[in-house]
């Protein structure tokens, strides 16, 4: 076979767990998971949408998180329901490659769309008087269009390069969706080029965001010490706690996973799990967590329910 020749299959094989007893359960899970991800966010996106207080550049970038929470989950769970509790293990390699993009561009967008977020404290906290001068509309407009055309280009980047890769072995993917590693770690021929390139956005995805919002909560917590009432302080941590959180839910299990990968052996069935978790239970809880537990987005519920209640006692005395 010639050197230039690329060997591209027609299909991939997810091989997913083995020898898991009852995967079936996770599954199920999995797809209560979705059903409260897709209602949790959708509800979230309508208040924002409906309720005209509301639109404000703090509450496009909250927008925007759960657009991205809807689409991600959207792009990784059904199929892979469709893939093991169906047993419709095999997928195109044109699909595969496609289903690869979309899964890690989303987590791509989440991630900097925290950082985002703690942008917004930051100002919110150290410059409060120039917050609504700083975070406008216009300008956080600029920067989640910034973040969703550098993250397409990236992945479309990174996910390109498998093109690249004759796949002249095993075709058996052993992870529970088209990872990027798993799938070049197939190739027969030299694949320095992806590793470097796929090392490079898990940097961009995990190392960068985290050392730009630690860096920003050094900066809150210089400017919480200088503030001298305990009130102010207390009410502006409370605002800061909900987006660490959030942070904690992504960051430390998809930091976990691939430090472990890289350090030391992990079990192909520990690393789907803990893959799996991580791409959808902060989808799950980023609406409950930093949204509907603020007392400005329940109060818009509350409205938005209590004037729905009057147009309907309208419409029945009509």
Sequence with gaps: MLN??????????????????????????????YIMTVVGNGFLMSVIYLVKTLHSAKYMIVFS????????????????????????????????????????????????????????????ICFPLRYHSIVTKPVVAVILFFVWFCSSSLLASDVGLINRLSFCGSLVVQSFFCDHGPVYYLACNDTSVNDHIGNFVIAVIMCIPLVLIALTYVCVAVALSRITSGAERLKAVQTCTSHIILVAIFFLPLLGTNVAVMTSYLHPNTRIINSTLTHTIPALLNPIIYSLKTEEVMTSVRRLFKNNRLRNVKLSTL
């Design 4 to 33: 230039d020749t690329f060997v591209r299959p027609a299909m991939f094989y997810l091989n997913g767990f083995s020898d898991l007893p009852h995967a079936t359960y996770f599954y199920v899970f999995l797809c209560f998971v």
């Design 65 to 124: 998180l759960a657009l991205t929470d809807l689409c991600g989950s959207t792009a990784l769970i059904p199929k892979v329901l469709d893939t093991f509790l169906f047993d419709r293990r095999y997928i195109v390699y044109e699909a595969c490659l496609s289903y690869m993009f979309f899964v890690w561009f989303f987590a791509f967008v989440q991630s900097w769309t925290l950082v985002t977020m703690s942008f917004d404290r930051f100002v919110a």
